[in-house]
């Protein structure tokens, strides 16, 4: 467990919970979450200290729960966000399949390897805690993140430190939304390769188990981006009816927070708007595999169609011919095997031309 002052433009960690909150500025807990469990008793009489008021035993349960979807709430005291992050496993880029690298094998693994963690965010006023998963890279880089931030340097003109709890608290959700855009090139990769192989001209595509693992992690991703919206739109209803702002500086910071906020769901909508496109390219795609499937069919049964109505008349021939009767016509002579020869290759010659100018024989239909 980690602990942050965050003040103006300085930024510290501290080797333990104070038994006050800093005179100014606001503190930062980011705990992983079994760290968090075995901490919940001391972390709770801390923040009974700092501001008068504790986690709900619901809001414990929900921040301890790995399955838990993206959602909101929020008490007297303060706001609780869970947002379900949605990346790559740690060292999978590389597995996904595309036309210079992966497999079949790596390909699903990577599937597989897909992390849906949620991290938990309880917002006080002047306190953020933060729950994350135990692998969870996210409060390491924003620890180094606004350390270098917070280092005093005269040419330095950066982006400032968080003003507030929420305000790093949306720091954080957009970072995790941005970092989905990694994952979205890797799965559109996936995605391209696999419909190459769809729609290679004499290829036999085999690989429908992993086409639908795919599909089936673009439909997680769907899924997850919609609680994420759901969750910040509920987020920002509920900073619109915060109390007024007690001065002109508050207002600012508090008018700055619709501002990230409507930002962050802004790119949540992206990531879902692209989702939702490639969705509809793979459906579109398999469509069009089946369509060309059926097509092809369609030319075979055609060859073999018009490829039995030239024979037909040719053992209509032969059959006549080959009756069991004496007195048949040109049976008995020297030239009858060539006048039935010459008979039938006419027949033959003439139906393929006459099919040919049909386009029953032709490669274009």
Not at 43 to 66: C, I, M
Not at 225 to 250: H, Y
Not at 253 to 279: G, K, P, Y
């Amino acid at each position: 467990m980690r602990v942050f002052h965050v003040h103006g433009d300085q930024f510290a960690e501290l080797d333990t919970l104070p038994e006050s909150l800093p005179a100014a500025g606001y503190l930062w807990i980011g705990a992983a979450r079994r760290e968090f469990e075995v901490n919940v008793a001391t972390l709770q009489a801390s923040l009974q200290a700092w501001t008068g008021g504790t986690l709900v035993d619901l809001h414990v349960s929900d921040l301890l729960n790995n399955q838990l979807p993206s959602h909101f709430d929020y008490t007297s005291v303060y706001d609780m966000l869970v947002f379900r992050r949605l990346a790559a496993g740690t060292g999978t880029a590389g597995m996904f399949v595309d036309d210079t690298q992966g497999t079949l094998a790596s390909g699903r693994s990577a599937i597989e390897a897909i992390d849906t963690s949620p991290v938990g965010f309880a917002v006080f006023d002047r306190v953020l805690l933060t729950v994350h998963p135990t692998d969870c890279q996210v409060r390491d880089h924003f620890a180094g993140r606004l350390a270098l931030q917070g280092q005093p340097s005269e040419s330095r003109a950066g982006p400032r430190l968080p003003s507030s709890p929420a305000d790093l608290m949306l720091r954080m959700v957009n970072h995790m939304v941005d970092s989905y855009l990694e994952l979205r090139r890797l799965l559109t990769r996936q995605f391209a390769h696999l419909q190459q192989e769809l729609f290679r001209p004499q290829g036999n595509f085999r690989n429908w188990q992993l086409l639908l693992e795919s599909r089936n992690a673009l439909h997680l991703l769907e899924d997850t981006c919609e609680d994420q919206r759901s969750a910040l739109i509920e987020w920002i209803d509920a900073l619109e009816e915060w109390p007024q702002a007690p001065d002109v500086g508050t207002g600012r910071e508090r008018e700055m927070l619709r501002l990230r906020s409507r930002d962050v769901l802004e790119h949540i909508e992206r990531v879902l708007t692209h989702v939702r496109r490639l969705e509809s390219s793979a459906e579109t795609a398999v469509q069009m595999h089946f369509s060309a499937q059926s097509h092809r069919t369609s030319n075979i049964m055609r060859t073999l169609t018009v490829l039995t109505a030239i024979f037909l008349p040719l053992n209509l021939v032969t059959g006549f011919f080959g009756m069991n009767f004496d007195a048949l016509p040109l049976i008995h002579t020297a030239t009858g095997f060539w006048i039935a020869a010459a008979i039938m290759l006419a027949v033959g010659i003439g139906l393929s031309i006459y099919f040919w100018r049909k386009n029953y024989l032709g490669s274009s239909h």
